[in-house]
């Protein structure tokens, strides 16, 4: 299949995703069940990696502050703006596309292998609904709270990381951090709307991947590797696109 | 009863399935035989609707599938019962879920109602006291009578049944194949079972549609199956020398 076939079949598959659940006391139960298994489960990590992040933007930001001109509070700035607008919801998103995509695609994958999926037509249920909404759903409802929980933690890690160093006081770190916050909005807008556009390509690409696997297991092997790739691309992609609208 | 009219099926170039037409009736055991790669699992996945026919209809007691809408189909499909080739329980759920479910997608059932009826259909099965199991722990013979179970919770008009003792050692295929012919005569299903197992089609073939290069060769029952001329049946069933010593005793009795 070449790219243009695997598009309108993504999309094929998008409008049978959007369907009314067979029973909403079911999907409820699946939504929650992605909720923690998608997104809380992936909030350790997250934090983990926030936190030296941060850590490491402002220390690298201070050990290359050499010009006696800037003020020391541009470490606390440059570390909110990089978190805020790249690190939290591009770069978290892609590491969480590579956890996730894959999860998503071999647990689809090995259900299409070893006919699940079929059982499921079988009965009459919406298979791709079934399976697909409520991860979809999960994830951009709550996939954006980890994004901030991320931007909170890079800023905290940023702070524990200088003031421990002796690089900056508390007060300057902070100081940095507030400032031209309250004037200035576009930024928060502009990475929370990245986070739920970034929220449903790393679900809904691993998906259409396991969803349409054929084969056996090194086929799932392979769907899975593709997911991941497809998924991340697709995030660059569409954090040029979304910066050049929004930003630029 | 299932009918398939003039059913054709072609997969780019290649055309597995060419003017099919068979009757499937009700309280029956009807077998589809045929040789690997000759398009009998194909053509239950026509009749199922997990492929759609390029030509030609299949009917559900005169309501033709081929016509019919999402909805429509839906309504149906939960009238289908389906047993996998490999048995396709949903693995991620204990042995009681997987019966539960389709109770719980389908019905309007209290939580004890479809517990009482997953219960009752393991019990008949003979699955006793493994309900929180996970399919990966039962065995091959338990996960197929598990699905059998799972196929008839909803008390289905019509069974399918995928190669159902593929895997299986002898003694246990013939526990699924009287189970199978147990339960389609107790519930008068239209049961449709592709196999290649000919100790299956022996045992509980009431009706036989033997789809050879994609056509179908020959129809009958289980005893015209034995005293039959036509070549290919003949070379299919009986391909082992055993079996011809066996076929010529059996005329010549």
Known sequence: ?248 | MVEVKNISKSFGSVKVLDNVSATFKAGQVNLIIGASGHGKSVLAKCIVGLHEVDEGHVLYDGRDFSLMNRQERTEVRKEIGMLFQGSALFDSISVLENVIFPLRMFTQMSEEEMRERATFCLNRVNIIGKDDLLPAECSGGMQKRIAIARAISMNPKYLFCDEPNSGLDPKTSILIDNLIKELTYEYKMTTIVITHDMNSVMEVGDHVVFINSGQNWWEGTNKEIIKTTNEEVVSFVYASSFMKELREKLINN
């Open chain 1, 1 to 248: 299949m070449n790219l243009f076939e695997h598009i309108g079949r993504y999309f094929l598959m998008l409008r049978s995703v959007f369907r009314k659940p067979e029973k909403m006391k079911v999907f409820r139960k699946r939504f929650f069940n992605e909720v923690d298994y998608i997104v809380i489960n992936s909030i350790p990590l997250v934090a983990f990696l926030s936190i030296f992040m941060g850590a490491v933007i402002s220390l690298q930001t201070a050990s290359n502050m050499s010009s006696p001109l800037l003020p020391d509070y541009t470490i606390g700035y440059i570390t909110r703006q990089s978190t805020i607008l790249e690190f939290s919801p591009t770069i978290i998103s892609l590491i969480i596309a590579g956890k996730v995509g894959s999860n998503i695609a071999s647990e689809i994958g090995t259900m299409r292998i070893t006919e699940q999926i079929d059982a499921l037509e079988i009965m009459g249920v919406n298979s791709i609904g079934f399976l697909i909404l409520p991860k979809i759903l999960a994830t951009l409802i709550f996939y954006p709270f980890v994004i901030i929980i991320s931007m909170v933690l890079s800023i905290v890690g940023g702070w524990i990381a200088g003031v421990q160093s002796g690089l900056y006081s508390t007060e300057i770190y902070v100081y940095g951090i507030q400032y031209f916050w309250s004037e200035d909005y576009t930024g928060l807008y502009y990475a929370l709307t990245k986070t739920v556009v970034f929220a449903f390509l790393l679900t809904s690409i691993p998906a259409y991947y396991g969803y349409y696997t054929k084969g056996g297991a090194l086929q799932v092997g392979q769907s899975s590797t593709n997911a991941v790739v497809a998924s991340s691309v697709a995030i660059l992609l569409a954090n040029y696109v979304l910066t050049q609208l929004i930003l630029i």
